[in-house]
Structures are given as structure tokens and as C-alpha cells.
């Protein structure tokens, strides 16, 4: 199994684990690939839910450049959400995950066919 297919396994544990969802594997593994090598390094590969300039990377680069969404206080609304699912105390809340959920969450999945 390549490093990769570890992630993404990973991933999917956290999915089902935090959010109690089975994941789109086939999704999962596109947004896994849209991350490039972000996903094996250990700080660009999560997310640090309590850092607000983290947070706005995410919408900007992810949600409004990505997933081609208009700025509006639901994008935010929509990142806290997922952070919160997450776990407050779990301090690895992996990039691929968050990205996956915020893709189901505004149904974007057609960004990533």
C-alpha cells in the first residue's frame, strides 16, 4: 500500500469515527490528490481549528478559489461547523478530512469530477 493509500484510510477513519459518515472513498481519494504533497507534510497536512488566519486560508484558498464559492458568513459558519464536529480536543484535524467535509457540506462533489 503507498504512503498515499495510508492517508487516505486514515482520512476515512476519521470520517466515520468523528462525523458517524461512511465516505464517498472515490471523493475522498480526489481531494486527498487535489492536496499534492500538502498531505505528507506534517503541518501543511492539518489544520489548526483555533488559528483565524488558518481558518481564512481555508475559505479563501478551498472554498472561494476551489470550489468557486461567493464570500458570505455561511463559508465561515460552514468551517466552524466541521472544526466543531471534529473535536475541539483532537489536535490532529487532518487538512484532507476538513476539505472532504466541507465539500459534502455545500455539494461540490462535481469540483473534483
Wanted: charged share 30%.
Amino acid at each position: 500500500m503507498s504512503k498515499r493509500d495510508e492517508l487516505i484510510v486514515k482520512y476515512a477513519e476519521d470520517i466515520k469515527n468523528k462525523f458517524g459518515e461512511t465516505p464517498n472513498m472515490d471523493l475522498l481519494t480526489k481531494v486527498a490528490i487535489g492536496l499534492g504533497p500538502a498531505i505528507y507534510n506534517l503541518d501543511a497536512s492539518k489544520v489548526s481549528g483555533s488559528d483565524e488566519k488558518e481558518l481564512e486560508t481555508v475559505k479563501n484558498n478551498f472554498l472561494i478559489k476551489k470550489l468557486g464559492l461567493s464570500d458570505g458568513p455561511a463559508l465561515m459558519d460552514a468551517i466552524n461547523n466541521v472544526i466543531s464536529k471534529y473535536g475541539s480536543s483532537e489536535k490532529n484535524k487532518h487538512r484532507a478530512v476538513i476539505y472532504y467535509m466541507l465539500t459534502k457540506h455545500f455539494g461540490k462533489e462535481a469540483v473534483y469530477n
